[in-house]
């Protein structure tokens, strides 16, 4: 089946380095474990788009390291199409180390990204618009980026871009989308507002259906045509891990647009995306969680 979903973005090894007590500046800790996992948020997204059934590609770039490619191999496994993935041999891999503090479950994240991972625009081919019902950016590739919406927006294919920086640049980039999911933090950033409401609606192109701002554990902020509010977020009682909780959430909300949801089913679906992930240890929801979600989606499309 041809990919529905184009997605742009990062791969990344990331090492989770759990701390047993609160992190505080200028101290030293011993960790009370280490994993390694795969992860970048483009890549995230692909993984998860795959597990809950929807056809998708990622585009992105990696080192030709064991670790990279085997990282490029397990999206391939979950079903994700690999074919516009860009080995640079001589790069370094594009690495994360993630601070887990245990008794919270939040993270501090800690990246290096050799200069030389750039992700040809070229890779992105306009005939993929032909199948395409969504193309998401994950930010950080900006040629590439600009390729993938100048094709989108001439084949009208619905464009969902991540907040996930503050310069004037990307502004380019959000009044161009379809859709706008990003932080409270980077969204008030790049708007250059404290009101959350009004830094979504400066964000926001004539085009732009829906715009929402995360806030942790807080409230959901979002507008649209004709519908502004706050949409609650029931908090997770005992969360193991906040990485990787976000990439859940903007996949989710992808997959359930791609369902039939409207804007507002569609966040519904990605707060218990995101909200599940932080019950997991890592970037990624375990295949049998993105199972009983796909089932889950299955059912709300069938409603909608």
């Known amino acids: 089946m041809a990919p529905a979903v184009l997605v742009v973005g990062n791969l990344i090894l990331d090492t989770v380095v759990t701390l047993a007590e609160p992190l505080c500046r200028g101290r030293k800790y011993v960790a009370s474990a280490r994993s390694t996992f795969h992860g970048g948020q483009g890549a995230n997204v692909a993984y998860t788009l795959a597990g809950l059934g929807i056809p998708v590609r990622f585009a992105g770039v990696a080192a030709g390291d064991a670790a990279s490619r085997a990282a490029i191999s397990a999206l391939a496994a979950m079903g994700v199409d690999t074919s516009a993935v860009q080995i640079v041999d001589d790069a370094a891999p594009h690495e994360a180390v993630i601070l887990h503090e245990a008794e919270t479950g939040e993270r501090t994240i800690v990246m290096h990204r050799d200069p030389r991972l750039v992700l040809a625009p070229a890779l992105i081919d306009a005939a993929w618009t032909d199948t395409l019902r969504a193309v998401y950016l994950d930010g950080h590739e900006d040629h590439a980026n600009a390729r993938a919406l100048a094709l989108a927006r001439a084949d009208g ?135 009983g979600l796909a089932g889950r989606l299955r059912e709300l499309g069938a409603e909608a």
């Open 157 to 291: 294919v619905p464009v969902v871009v991540d907040v996930e920086r503050g310069d004037a640049a990307y502004r380019q980039v959000t009044a161009l989308a379809d859709h706008i999911v990003g932080s409270r933090a980077a969204v008030q950033a790049l708007a250059g507002k404290r009101g959350i409401l009004a830094a979504l609606r400066s964000l926001a192109g004539p085009g732009t259906l829906f715009a929402c701002a995360t806030d942790g554990a807080g409230a959901i902020t979002f507008t649209g045509r004709g519908e502004n509010g706050a949409f609650p977020v029931r908090p997770v009682r005992h969360p193991v891990d906040t990485t990787g909780a976000g990439d859940a959430f903007r996949a989710a909300y992808i997959a359930g647009l791609h369902r039939g949801l409207a804007p507002l089913g569609a966040l519904r679906f990605a707060v218990e995306a995101g909200a599940a992930k932080c019950g997991h240890l890592g970037p990624r929801l375990p295949p049998e969680t993105l199972r």
